[in-house]
C-alpha cells in the first residue's frame, strides 16, 4: 500500500516536472517583455477564458508571467520546486513542502491563474499578522499585473471588509472566513453581505486548520441570561468534591462522572431530591463544568488571566485567542474558578465546523510542512490528496535520538546543560515547550545560570516577530511555545553555519507527531546545516498517560540510575505509539463532529437558502399560498375524529381563533374544509396588504425572517441536547451517529411546522406600528452577535425546547414543502 502511494507520488511529481519545464522554456521570451506588455497578459488571458481556453491551457505562460512579474517587484524567482507546488495547488491538492521553501510566493501562481476567472480566490492563513503581511507582501506581484488584492483583519467594520472581498484576491484568517459566512446568513438586507461566494481557497498550514482545530466549532452567538452568582456558587461547591471519591475523572478523553457518593453530597448541598430529575438538570450542568474547570482547564497551559480576563490559548500555537471565548457555560466557570468578573453566558444564533465551510468551496486546496502523515484524512474529509514536493536543496538537519530520562528533575537539568554547552560556544538554540508554564519553568533555570534567552509564548507574543528575527544569531537563545514563529522563517546570523546551524531542543513530545516536525523543521531550512534532539522524561503527559504498562515495566527493568538518559529504539516505538494513540482519539473525536455537522451541514444549507431566496424576492404571495396551504392541511389532518370517523368541526373553529379568524366551519369533506380554511386565511391576508400598502413585502420579509431565526437559533439548542442524549445510545448497542440523523430530521421537520405556524400567526395579527419596531429589533440583534469558540462540553443546560410546538400535530403523508427538502 505504501509503495502504491509513493509510486502515485513521484508519478504527479514527474507530471509537474514537465509542466516546470515548459514554463522554463518561455522564460526568456516573457523576460523581453515591456512592463506595459507584461502587465497586459493578464487581459489577454482573460479574453482567451471566454474564448472557450481553460485554466489548465494558459498555466504554463500565466506561471511564466507571474514569475517574471515577482522577479520585477519582489526580487524574488520562483524556483522549479516552487512552480510544482503551485501546479499541485491549482489542481486543488494538499502540497507539503518543508519550512522555508517558500510557500507564500509558491501561493501567488494558482492564486492570480484563479483569479483570471473573475471569481473569488481566497488564502486563508493562521493569524491576522500572517494574512496582513503575505497580502502586502506578494500584493506588488498581483497589482502589477492589474488584480486587485485585500485581507480581512478581526477588527473590521462590515465596508471594509465587504471591499476586501470585492478584490480579485482576500488573504484573511480561516476563522474571519468562517465567521463572515455565517454572519452573512444572519442578515436582513443583501446589501449588509459582505462575501461573493466560494470559489477556490488555498488555505495555509493546512494541516492545522484543516486537522488540529476542526474539532472546534466556530459560533455566533448571544447575551443568555444565567446570572454570575449561579457560576460562583457551583464553583465553591466544586472545591469542596473530592477526585476518586465523590467523581472519576478520565484524563486521556477529559471527561469525569460523579460517583453514587458524589450524587449524594450534591443532592444533600443542592437540597434537591433528585438531582437527575429533568428540574433540576442544570445543577447537574454547572456542577460538572467548575469540576471541568478544575481538572481539565490550566492556568498558563490552557488559558492566561490577563487584566482581570481568561483569554484562551490556542493547544497547537500557542498563541492567544482574545475575543474567543468556551461555550455552553464552560468559560464562566472558569472565570469563577479564578474569581475574575464572570461575563454573561452565550446563546447560539450560528455555528458551522470548519470541515463544512471548507467543503463549500469549488476548489480547495492547502500547503504545509507536515501533511502526509494525514492524508487518510485529508482524502476522508475533504476529497483531497497530498502531495509531497521536494526540498530546493537537500535537507542536511541531523535529527538526534530522543533522550529520555525518569523524572522531569533530571529532564530539566539535562536540558539546561545542554542549552549552556551550546551557548558557550555561540550555536544559537531554539527550546520548544508545549506550555506556557514549560517556557517560563525554563527561563527560571536559565536565569539561574545567567544565561541570557528570550521567551516567545502567548504572554509575549506581541514582540514574535523582532524576537523570531534575531533567533538564528550567534548566542540567541529562544524559549517558544508551540507557536515558534510558524509562518515565518528563522535566518542563520553571520557565522553560524560553521557552527552547525540552529539547534532545535524539544523539552517534551506533543500529542501530535505533526508539532513535533513543525518544531524541527524551524531548522535546516534552505539546504543550512542545522541539529535537532528531544530531551523528555516518563513523567511527562504524553508517555504517563498513553506510554501504560509498557513503559512502567521498562522503567523497572532498565534500572535507570538517577541522572543517567535513556536512548533505545524500542523506547523511540513506544513514544510513536503513544502519539499515534492520541491521534486516533483526537481523529474519532473530529470524524464524529464531522458525522454530526455533516447531517446539520444539509440542514443549515436549506435554512440559508430559503433565507436568500426571501432576500432576493419582492413579492412573497405565491410563498404565502404555500405556507397556508400546509398549515391549513395540518390543521384538517389534526381534526380527524377516529371514532366518529369525520373532522371534528368545532376544533378546527378553536384551531382558526389564534389567527384571530372566528368562523363556523361548513364544509364536509376534507378539500371542501381546507378550500374555505384557506380562503378565510387569504381574505385576511389581503386585508393586511391593503392595510400596509407597498410596504408589506417589506414587513413580510422581516416577519420571515426573523421567525426563521429565532425558530432555528431554538433548533441548534434541541440539537446540543440531542448530541448528548444520542450519546449515551452506543450502550444500547444503536450506533449514535444514525440515531442523530434520524432524529435530528423529526426535530428538524417539526422546526419548520413551527415556522410555518409562527409566519401565519404573525401575518394575521401583524398592525400598521410594526415595522419599524420589527426592523429596528433585527439589526439590534444582528448589530449585537458576537463571536465564540464552541467547546465540547458533557451536559447541555437546554431540554428539548424544540420539540413541543408541534408535537401534537399529525404530519399528513401528501405533504410537500417546496423549500424545505432535504435529503436523507
Do not use: C
Request: hydrophobic share 35%; aromatic share 8%; charged share 35%.
Amino acid at each position: 500500500m505504501l509503495f502504491g502511494l509513493i509510486d502515485k507520488n513521484k508519478s504527479l511529481l514527474k507530471k509537474y516536472s514537465k509542466i516546470a519545464n515548459k514554463i522554463n522554456e518561455l522564460e526568456e521570451s516573457v523576460k523581453s517583455l515591456s512592463d506595459t506588455e507584461l502587465s497586459g497578459k493578464t487581459l489577454e488571458f482573460k479574453n482567451r477564458l471566454k474564448q472557450g481556453e481553460s485554466l489548465d491551457d494558459i498555466l504554463p505562460e500565466a506561471f511564466a508571467v507571474v514569475r517574471e512579474a515577482s522577479r520585477r517587484t519582489v526580487g524574488m524567482r520562483h524556483f522549479d520546486v516552487q512552480l510544482m507546488g503551485g501546479i499541485a495547488l491549482h489542481e486543488g491538492k494538499i502540497t507539503e513542502m518543508k519550512t522555508g521553501e517558500g510557500k507564500t510566493l509558491v501561493a501567488t501562481l494558482p492564486i492570480y491563474l484563479n483569479a483570471l476567472t473573475g471569481k473569488n480566490v481566497h488564502l486563508a492563513t493562521h493569524n491576522d499578522y500572517l494574512a496582513k503581511r503575505d497580502a502586502n507582501w506578494m500584493g506588488p506581484v498581483y497589482e502589477y499585473l492589474g488584480l486587485s488584492v485585500g485581507y480581512i483583519q478581526a477588527n473590521m467594520d462590515k465596508e471594509d471588509r465587504k471591499k476586501a472581498y470585492q478584490a480579485d484576491i482576500t488573504y484573511g484568517t480561516a476563522n474571519e472566513f468562517g465567521f463572515d459566512y455565517l454572519r452573512d446568513n444572519l442578515v436582513y438586507e443583501n446589501t449588509d453581505k459582505v462575501q461573493r461566494g466560494h470559489y477556490f481557497t488555498i488555505v495555509d498550514e493546512a494541516d492545522s486548520i484543516l486537522i488540529d482545530e476542526a474539532r472546534t466549532p466556530l459560533i455566533i452567538s448571544g447575551p443568555s441570561d444565567t446570572p454570575s452568582e449561579l457560576y460562583r456558587r457551583f464553583a465553591s461547591l466544586a472545591k469542596r468534591f473530592i477526585v476518586e471519591k465523590d467523581y472519576t475523572i478520565d484524563e486521556k478523553q477529559k471527561t469525569l462522572a460523579l460517583t453514587e457518593e458524589g450524587i449524594s453530597k450534591a443532592e444533600k448541598l443542592l437540597s434537591v431530591d433528585n438531582l437527575y430529575d429533568p428540574s433540576n438538570i442544570k445543577y447537574l450542568f454547572h456542577l460538572l463544568n467548575a469540576l471541568k474547570a478544575i481538572n481539565f482547564f490550566k492556568r498558563d497551559k490552557d488559558y492566561i488571566v490577563r487584566d482581570g480576563e481568561v483569554v484562551i490559548v490556542d493547544e497547537f500555537t500557542g498563541r492567544l485567542l482574545p475575543g474567543r471565548r468556551y461555550s455552553e457555560g464552560l468559560h464562566q466557570a472558569i472565570e469563577a474558578k479564578e474569581g475574575v468578573k464572570i461575563k454573561e453566558e452565550s446563546v447560539t444564533f450560528a455555528t458551522i465546523t470548519f470541515q463544512n465551510y471548507f467543503r463549500m468551496y469549488e476548489k480547495l486546496s492547502g500547503m504545509t510542512g507536515t501533511a502526509k502523515t494525514e492524508e487518510d484524512e485529508f482524502k476522508a474529509i475533504y476529497n483531497t490528496e497530498v502531495v509531497v514536493i521536494p526540498t530546493n536543496e537537500p535537507v542536511i538537519r541531523e535529527d538526534k535520538n530522543d533522550l529520555i530520562f525518569k523524572t522531569q528533575k533530571e529532564k530539566y537539568q539535562s536540558i539546561i546543560d545542554e542549552i549552556e554547552k551550546r551557548n558557550q560556544k555561540g550555536q544559537p538554540v531554539l527550546v520548544g515547550t508545549t506550555s506556557i508554564e514549560n517556557s517560563e519553568i525554563i527561563s527560571e533555570l536559565l536565569k539561574k545560570r545567567g544565561i541570557k534567552h528570550e521567551v516567545l509564548n502567548a504572554k509575549y507574543h506581541e514582540r514574535e516577530a523582532e524576537i523570531i528575527a534575531h533567533a538564528g544569531e550567534k548566542n540567541a537563545v529562544t524559549i517558544a511555545t508551540n507557536m515558534a514563529g510558524r509562518g515565518t522563517d528563522i535566518k542563520l546570523g553571520e557565522g553560524v553555519k560553521e557552527l552547525g546551524g540552529l539547534f532545535v531542543l524539544g523539552t517534551e513530545r506533543h500529542e501530535s507527531r505533526r508539532i513535533d516536525n513543525q518544531l524541527i523543521g524551524r531548522s535546516g531550512r534552505q539546504g543550512d546545516p542545522g541539529e535537532s534532539r528531544f530531551i523528555i522524561s516518563f513523567e511527562d503527559d504524553v508517555l504517563r498517560l498513553f506510554g501504560g504498562d509498557r513503559m512502567k515495566n521498562m522503567m523497572t527493568a532498565l534500572k535507570i540510575e538517577e541522572g543517567q538518559p535513556i536512548e533505545h529504539k524500542m523506547l523511540s516505538k513506544v513514544i510513536r505509539d503513544a502519539q499515534k494513540k492520541i491521534e486516533g482519539i483526537h481523529f474519532s473525536i473530529r470524524k464524529r463532529l464531522y458525522e454530526f455537522d455533516s447531517v446539520m451541514d444539509k440542514q443549515r444549507s436549506v435554512i440559508y437558502n430559503h433565507r436568500d431566496w426571501i432576500l432576493e424576492q419582492g413579492n412573497y404571495d405565491d410563498h404565502i399560498k404555500e405556507i397556508f396551504t400546509d398549515v391549513v392541511e395540518r390543521i384538517v389532518e389534526s381534526s380527524w375524529d377516529e371514532v366518529e370517523e369525520k373532522y371534528n368541526k368545532s376544533s378546527i373553529s378553536e384551531k382558526l381563533k389564534q389567527y384571530l379568524i372566528i368562523s363556523d366551519i361548513k364544509g364536509n369533506t376534507r378539500e371542501e374544509i381546507e378550500d374555505e380554511i384557506f380562503d378565510l386565511l387569504w381574505k385576511r391576508y389581503q386585508y393586511k396588504k391593503e392595510e400596509f400598502g407597498e410596504d408589506f413585502n417589506k414587513v413580510a420579509k422581516f416577519v420571515m425572517l426573523r421567525i426563521i431565526d429565532e425558530k432555528w437559533r431554538h433548533h441548534l439548542d434541541s440539537i446540543e441536547a440531542l448530541k448528548e442524549a444520542v450519546g449515551l445510545r452506543s450502550y444500547g448497542q444503536k450506533d449514535p451517529v444514525m440515531e442523530f440523523k434520524k432524529e435530528s430530521y423529526i426535530l428538524f421537520d417539526q422546526m419548520v411546522d413551527s415556522i410555518y405556524d409562527e409566519i401565519v400567526n404573525y401575518l394575521m395579527r401583524i398592525a400598521k406600528v410594526v415595522p419599524e419596531k420589527e426592523e429596528r429589533e433585527a439589526k439590534r440583534i444582528y448589530a449585537s452577535l458576537n463571536f465564540v469558540h464552541n467547546n465540547v462540553s458533557a451536559v447541555d443546560e437546554s431540554n428539548d425546547n424544540g420539540r413541543s410546538k408541534s408535537k401534537n400535530v399529525t404530519k399528513p403523508s401528501n405533504k410537500i414543502k417546496k423549500r424545505y427538502k432535504v435529503k436523507r
